[in-house]
């Protein structure tokens, strides 16, 4: 299974979210964990919050094998860690970092310039889960945090 600590930021400006992804491998690849069950991940995702001083927005839910826990945007330990920005690809040891995107939305739902669809290329997972269909997930079902 995978875990996808998340804070979205919804009108960050009109028409664009603002989804930070908190992600291993120097940003590029979902916290990859061993379990069995849904419930085990949703278990796991409450201990990485309160291991790491974090606070959930809403209680972790799971997707298929995604745990997705949203993290309330007024964490004050925030700031402790790093942001993909500091990390350059060849950076070693790999770091769990926070990473930001914007993600374009219309009313209607659509994607106004075309921009989303790009980030299918980006993917965080041996399982082809990519940025696209993650965030999608996230916009599309209101999980704002």
Avoid at 15 to 43: A, K, V, Y
Avoid at 74 to 84: E, G, I, K, P, R
Avoid at 113 to 127: H, T
């Amino acid at each position: 299974m995978f875990l996808l600590p998340f804070i979205h930021i919804p009108n960050k400006a009109p028409g664009l979210h603002q989804i930070w992804l908190f992600l291993e491998r120097n940003g590029s690849h979902m916290i990859e964990f061993d379990c069995n069950t849904p419930e085990e991940g949703i278990q796991h995702a409450k201990e990485f919050l309160e291991l790491n001083e974090l606070q959930g927005a809403q209680p972790p839910f799971c997707v298929n094998d995604i745990v997705f826990c949203p993290v309330s945007s007024d964490t004050a330990d925030l700031v402790n860690f790093y942001t993909w920005k500091e990390t350059p690809i060849a950076t070693t040891p790999q770091k769990e970092v926070w990473r930001s995107f914007l993600w374009a939305h219309a009313e209607n739902g659509g994607d106004p310039w075309g921009v989303n669809k790009m980030m299918e290329s980006i993917s965080f997972s041996d399982k082809n889960d990519t940025a696209y269909s993650v965030m999608n997930y996230i916009v599309t079902n209101a999980w704002v945090v």
